[in-house]
């Protein structure tokens, strides 16, 4: 898994620096900000982040608000 980005021209997306195989699946998250940038360390928390969850390893709603409270 990898981030990157990309922008939309005439309603297709323009990935900016990166080849993607044909076929490929994406996840587009949407920006209200004029600009999303991530620091390095940024990316890398938020790749291991992504990893975490296709292991599994996952909060339940109740742990996440008990942590809450």
Known sequence: MR?????????RIVVEDEVLTEGSNVTVLVSDEPAFTLTREEEASLLE?????????????????RRLQ
Do not use: C, M, Y
Not at 49 to 65: H, K, M, P, T
């Open 3 to 11: 981030i990157t980005k990309g922008t939309v021209v005439d309603g």
């Open 49 to 65: 982040a992504i990893s975490e969850a296709d292991r599994g390893n996952l909060l339940n709603a109740e742990d996440v608000l």
